[in-house]
């Protein structure tokens, strides 16, 4: 006879939680955020409108780079040049 573990019963509120408190990025501790090292780079979350990922799915083809390149040159073009936000009206 084989002696079987009842499941553990859990709310979709605890299971939802569970599952964003798991990303790699979603909770900090004393020390900071957990972090998901990948090399000397950093693993992150990130949602964007899928309009816009289109187009940067489209650059990064035409340069020949990663989606994550792009992103990558994207900030990295920012925080050197600065932001500029434009109102829209």
Same mark, same amino acid.
């Given at each position: 006879? %084989?002696?079987i573990?009842?499941p553990?019963? %859990?709310t979709p *509120?605890?299971?939802? *939680?569970a ?7 979603a ?7 957990r972090r998901?090292?990948?090399?000397k780079?950093? =693993?992150? %979350?990130?949602t964007i409108?899928e309009?816009?990922?289109?187009r940067?799915? $489209?650059?990064?083809? *035409?340069?020949? =780079?990663?989606r994550?390149g ?5 900030v990295?073009?920012?925080l =050197?040049?600065?932001?500029?936000i *434009?109102?829209? $009206?």
């Open positions: 006879m %084989t002696i573990k009842k553990i019963k %859990t *509120e605890a299971a939802a *939680e599952f964003i408190s798991g990303a790699p990025d909770a900090t501790t004393s020390d900071g955020p998901v090292r990948k090399g780079k950093v =693993q992150i %979350t990130l409108a309009p816009l990922l289109d940067v799915d $489209e650059l990064a083809g *035409e340069i020949g =780079q990663s994550a792009v992103i990558n040159l994207a990295i073009q920012m =050197q040049s600065g932001l500029r *434009e109102k829209n $009206e």
